[in-house]
């Protein structure tokens, strides 16, 4: 038996019908997302960029036709057919290329199946995520000026979804769009400058998000540096508080090389300390700021030697600088170095490291320092024997070395001779330390290009290098570039003076020639770059707080900053409230003209109530002041018709605005 009012018996509820997505909205959504996947055409699959754009120009298709949307069941051939193409190509559904190459299938398939409002609604955020993914690729100013025009383009079509139906004109949406990014430019500006940072990133990136930076190694054999020779882009920026030292000054330090298996040098693993290590200044200090771009290491270079430790960062044996975590951000840190030094007798790893070679490798170079040695044993003394070998015999430096063979060091000494500067660097430290002498191999970069427009030091890739360092009693750990003995204008001058064909350097470590004005352009084009750096990219913790306190802050903490965030905030909300009372006043003549007649009569004590109408106003006045009552009553009269009547007829507008001009109380 069943009761009357059962479940079965209750009629069901029809779902809510769906507002279908105007033409416009679905035009201006479609140009959106294809704007936003633009430029990653680049990093995504072929296949995928052409299926993508094949689905967008589907969807605009039906749009314009006016034709059915495809049957769920080739919809989802289609989606699963894309899935696995990001798989087999990935072979992996996470991290940063196969994330975004999935979020752009996927979103094209959901234009094939977007019906109504709440479909727009859910792409228009799908194009914001594809708009943000750009930004793992890059953050330079033309893609980040085009990631803004195109969320306005987002912003349109955001608008024409949610007011499809109001009649807008072609423009009308693009208009409100416009406004209502310029009343966010403020508000985005407080934020950024006074919401306290913090040390690092509030969530970590996918390791792929890190790949394909350039930058020098932890190990280091034939052609690896001058791998690096070819590319002009830039390593760091360096600002100096005073004169900018000499090029044979500027050996900005890097990783520090022990280990030698017979090919390749290597870097130990040394734990790094809080305090800088201990050594002898002889001369001068000189005081820099380094803009360091992302490179997905810990490493941080300074000029030899580094008396300084930048904030969150260590300092090895080897007064290498190495960070907490990897440089995958525009970093700026200050820093303090002196050319001229004298370091502390080594630790016994320290020699024994120093000294280590393989057993029986390069039996020709073994014998030629043992008649250096036969001759004079003194450290010294090998030092110049190796210099004079390499300035006054037939070496050659090049970018192009022919291959060595399985002995490397006797292969470039006594058949090749032509080298770069890993090539003499390995070479001479195998030699001292076949000598007995302990030596390393260090490497970094050497030199640099002034941009004088800009005031600063630019570091490129081009600026590889690779030198040594030996023992010698009395001084510490010596600096000798056995490069500078065959290629002198490569210390003093540049890359660019070292090589007899120009042409094989990247196009920005060029100089002369027809095209220089060229390279001047872009150098004046880095300055624009590198304020972008300074203070937008590398505007962390330290930037912060330096900036506030210039501005007269004093010591900036986070309850300071919070604080001067809320209130510049609750200050901007004030102006632009009573800017807008303003602009809606302006455009009302009527309560203008009545705001004119109030202000008058207020001049002579007779100021309007809050709450009291335009008729029981008039009467007081009128009470009050016998003699005006015929004008206050007129004026009143005709204001609370137009206020409160159902239309303001235009000439009646005019007759309220010329009794108050006219008005005298």
């Known amino acids: ?32 997302l294809a704007l936003a996947v633009a430029p990653q055409a680049t990093e995504l699959s072929v296949w995928l960029s052409v299926l993508f754009a094949a689905l967008v120009g589907w969807r605009g298709f039906i749009v314009f036709r006016n034709r059915a949307l495809p049957p769920r069941w080739l919809l989802l051939l289609v989606a699963t057919l894309a899935g696995a193409g990001v798989m087999i190509d990935h072979r992996t559904l996470f991290g940063r290329d196969a994330g975004v190459a999935l979020l752009t299938a996927m979103t094209a398939c959901k234009l094939l199946e977007s019906r109504g409002l709440r479909d727009g609604v859910v792409l228009v955020f799908l194009g914001y995520l594809l708009v943000m993914s750009n930004l793992l690729y890059s953050q330079d100013i033309p893609l980040v000026t085009y990631l803004l025009a195109v969320i306005l383009v987002m912003l349109t079509a955001q608008v024409l979804i949610h007011r499809q139906h109001a009649g807008l004109t072609a423009l009308a949406p693009l208009r ?53 020779i070819r590319s002009d882009a830039v390593a760091f920026r360096v600002r100096f508080a005073d004169a900018v030292p000499p090029s ?46 992302p490179s997905n ?39 303090r170095s002196y050319p001229a030094y004298r370091t502390a007798e080594p630790t016994a790893m320290e020699r024994s490291r120093g000294l280590q070679l393989p057993p029986r490798a390069n039996p020709r170079a073994r014998a030629l320092v043992a008649e ?42 006594f058949r090749t001779r032509r080298g770069f500067c890993e090539h003499y660097a390995s070479a001479f430290v195998f030699l001292m330390r076949a000598g007995g002498v302990p030596a390393r191999v260090v490497l970094g970069y050497q030199g640099g290009e002034m941009n004088a427009l800009g005031g600063y030091l630019m570091v490129r890739q081009s600026d590889a290098h690779a030198w040594a360092e030996v023992w010698l009693e009395g001084r510490g750990w010596v600096r000798v570039d056995p490069t500078g003995a065959v290629a002198p204008n490569r210390v003093q001058q540049g890359l660019y003076a ?29 300055i624009l770059n590198n304020s972008w750096n300074e203070w937008v990219l590398a505007y962390g913790p330290e930037r912060q707080k330096e900036f506030l306190s210039g501005l007269g802050f004093g010591p900036a903490d986070w309850t300071g900053m919070t604080v001067a965030m809320l209130i510049a905030l609750g200050g901007f909300g004030v102006l632009y409230a009573g800017w807008r ?13 009545w705001q004119r007649f109030c202000a008058r009569l207020a001049r002579r004590g007779l100021a309007r109530g809050a709450a009291e109408g335009p008729l029981d106003f008039a009467g007081r006045v009128a009470a009050g002041r016998p003699e005006l009552a015929a004008g206050v009553w007129e004026i009143a009269r005709l ?27």
């Not at 260590?314 to 820093?335: A, C, H, K």
């Not at 044993?377 to 192009?400: G, H, K, M």
Request: aromatic residues 12%; without cysteine; glycine residues 6%.
């Open 1 to 32: 038996m069943r009761l009357p009012w059962s479940r079965r018996d209750r009629p069901r509820r029809a779902p809510p019908p769906v507002e279908p997505l105007t033409a416009s909205a679905l035009t201006w959504l479609l140009a959106a």
């Open 176 to 228: 409100l769009t416009g406004r209502m990014v310029l009343l966010a430019i403020p508000v985005m500006l407080i934020l950024f400058v006074l919401f306290p940072r913090i040390p690092g990133p509030l969530w970590g990136l996918p390791k792929d998000a890190y790949k394909g930076r350039t930058g020098l190694s932890e190990q280091m054999a034939p052609g690896s540096v001058s791998e690096l």
């Open 248 to 293: 044979n000054q500027r050996y900005w330090r890097g990783p520090v090389l022990w280990h030698f298996d017979g090919r390749r040098w290597t870097r130990p693993e040394e734990p790094p300390v809080k305090t800088p290590i201990p050594f002898t200044p002889e001369g001068a200090a000189v005081d820099y700021a380094v803009v360091l771009e």
């Open 297 to 335: 290491r810990n490493w941080l270079f300074a000029l030899d030697l580094p008396a300084r430790l930048p904030p969150r960062a260590g300092m090895t044996p080897s007064f290498q600088l190495l960070r907490d975590q990897p440089v995958n951000e525009v970093y700026r840190y200050e820093m």
């Open 372 to 413: 250096w040695r036969q001759r004079d044993p003194q450290p010294e003394a090998l030092v110049r024997s190796a210099l004079t070998l390499f300035r006054e015999q037939p070496f050659y430096y090049t970018l192009n070395p022919p291959e060595l063979g399985g002995e490397i060091v006797d292969d470039f000494l």
């Open 498 to 526: 070292a090589l007899s064909d120009s042409r094989l350097l990247p196009f920005l470590a060029r100089h002369g020639g027809d095209s220089e004005w060229l390279r001047q352009l872009a150098l004046g084009w880095d």
């Open 581 to 593: 009372w303003r602009s809606r006043l302006a455009r009302d003549p009527v309560a203008r003209a």
């Open 639 to 665: 204001y609370a018709a137009l206020r409160y009547g159902p239309v303001a007829p235009p000439e009646q507008v005019r007759q309220l605005r010329q009794l108050t001009r006219r008005f005298r109380a």
